[in-house]
């Protein structure tokens, strides 16, 4: 059941979004984000959060509406478990465990071992493992299984996301520079010893609060399923229109001029539809 506004915020709120990190620790590129600070602890502005968290919805549902994937971030303690339950919920790709170097930058590498991880999946399956000497089977067992912690939530990337979305910019310093190297758009919940320059759309908020970080993963998720239903919706209405094309009126009445009529009444040809008709307006959910 979607929340309201109020209801939102008063969730957020007791979930500790607002608190930040020690006043020492500040980044003053945050201060447009902080509200004051209390027992030399920032607090953070929830109606900034708010603010970033409805953009980044429509971004996200903007994206999944015109066939693009969405990327989710996160792998420390506080936020593992939320990246994936709600990645694999809305059916988007995840990085929980580790993220490694070149994800984005060198993904045909990545890609040859999600390749490598379907051949020791196959050899376990098929029983053919059992050939295989007690030290071989070990080895190859351990291989199978780092991969798999790794690479699992981007098993079914073939292609770089539309937008990705970040928990703790500092400890995925990584992630953001290929983001940025890429052209990759960033979502980020960032707290107050991080740098907003880095993110296309912060969301301001504390990324060690572990029930704030599953509302705002929840919310995103809801949005990326809005999303595709939008896609569901023009990818109908395209097939309806997918009629064979037409001469444009116009050219027809060009193209008959000077012709004789045609002798004993024959057929008028079939009145053209209208464009608005046949394509029909695109469909997109709000938010």
């Known amino acids: 059941m979607a929340q309201t506004q109020a209801e939102l915020v008063k969730s957020l709120v007791d979930a500790g979004v607002h608190f930040g990190h020690r006043v020492s620790r500040w980044n003053p590129k945050m201060e447009p984000y902080i509200h004051g600070k209390r027992n030399m602890i920032h607090i953070l502005d929830v109606k900034e959060t708010i603010k970033g968290l409805f953009r980044a919805k429509k971004l996200v549902q903007n994206m999944v509406a015109s066939g693009k994937d969405i990327l989710f971030v996160g792998t420390k303690r506080q936020a593992r478990f939320a990246i994936e339950e709600e990645a694999k919920r809305c059916g988007m790709h995840y990085v929980n465990e580790r993220w490694l170097g070149g994800t984005l930058t060198n993904f045909r590498t990545i890609r040859a071992r999600l390749n490598r991880l379907e051949e020791l999946e196959k050899l376990f399956t098929t029983g053919q493992i059992e050939t295989y000497s007690k030290k071989m089977k070990s080895t190859l067992q351990r291989e199978m299984v780092k991969i798999k912690s790794n690479l699992e939530g981007i098993r079914k990337m073939e292609r770089m996301p539309g937008v990705m979305f970040i928990v ?120």
């Open 168 to 287: 703790d910019t500092r400890r995925e310093h990584i992630a953001v520079k290929e983001a940025r190297k890429l052209g990759v758009p960033t979502i980020a919940l960032i707290d107050s010893d991080s740098d907003p320059d880095l993110i296309d759309l912060p969301i301001p908020g504390n990324d060690d609060a572990m029930r704030a970080i599953e509302i705002i993963m929840k919310e995103l998720a809801d949005s990326v399923i809005e999303g595709k239903t939008g896609r569901s919706d023009v990818k109908g209405t395209s097939e309806e229109g997918g009629q064979p094309r037409r001469r444009s009126s116009r050219s027809a009445f060009k193209a008959d001029e000077g012709k004789p009529e045609p002798v004993g009444g024959g057929e008028e040809a079939p009145a053209i539809a209208p464009l608005a008709e046949t394509v029909g307006e695109p469909v997109v959910a709000s938010v």
